[in-house]
């Protein structure tokens, strides 16, 4: 057997399918329960099936309250900020500073130094090319993950 269970209250090593414990004789949960059975590759005991009841239930004896009933079709949620996503890509004319504004930390540093090595390799063709690339995807990055994160 390649899975052991213990016994939540006293945690005595579980050799057999049972739904107490044999060593403390305190109720196994059923999540115990069904890890012993799949321990030992039997079904859990019909005893322990037929009692079971679905968790709404028992989470409703516990409580007494029962579960929200599901809400009625809502509208659209409104947009809370109309600026962030705008803000985000203005941010990224200074490459990273888009992404450092949505939390992206890793990202932001990152287009930052390929921004500030693709400027001092200006003079050069690859240079020309990078800049007007790296500027793009960061103020398009930025904003597309704004507004992501505003909905």
């Given at each position: 057997m390649a899975i052991?269970?213990?016994?939540?209250?006293?945690?005595?090593?579980?050799?057999?399918?049972?739904?107490?414990?044999?060593?403390?004789?305190?109720?196994?949960?059923p999540a115990v329960i069904m890890s012993l059975a799949a321990a030992h590759g039997a079904p859990p005991p019909q005893t322990f099936?037929?009692?079971?009841?679905?968790?709404?239930?028992?989470l409703i004896s516990i409580t007494g309250i029962a579960d929200p009933p599901p809400p009625a079709a809502s509208p659209a949620p409104t947009q809370t900020s109309g600026l962030r996503p705008w803000l985000a890509a203005a941010l990224s004319l200074i490459c990273g500073l888009g992404q450092l504004y949505n939390g992206q930390v890793v990202k932001g540093f990152t287009l930052m130094i390929l921004g500030a090595a693709a400027i001092l390799s200006?003079?050069?063709?690859?240079?020309?090319?990078?800049?007007?690339?790296?500027?793009?995807?960061?103020?398009?990055?930025?904003?597309?993950?704004?507004?992501?994160m505003r909905h």
């Amino acid at each position: 057997m390649a899975i052991r269970v213990h016994c939540p209250s006293c945690h005595h090593y579980l050799e057999q399918m049972s739904e107490v414990c044999p060593h403390c004789d305190a109720a196994l949960p059923p999540a115990v329960i069904m890890s012993l059975a799949a321990a030992h590759g039997a079904p859990p005991p019909q005893t322990f099936l037929q009692n079971l009841r679905p968790a709404s239930d028992e989470l409703i004896s516990i409580t007494g309250i029962a579960d929200p009933p599901p809400p009625a079709a809502s509208p659209a949620p409104t947009q809370t900020s109309g600026l962030r996503p705008w803000l985000a890509a203005a941010l990224s004319l200074i490459c990273g500073l888009g992404q450092l504004y949505n939390g992206q930390v890793v990202k932001g540093f990152t287009l930052m130094i390929l921004g500030a090595a693709a400027i001092l390799s200006l003079p050069w063709l690859a240079g020309k090319i990078a800049v007007p690339l790296l500027w793009s995807f960061a103020i398009v990055d930025a904003f597309q993950v704004a507004r992501r994160m505003r909905h």
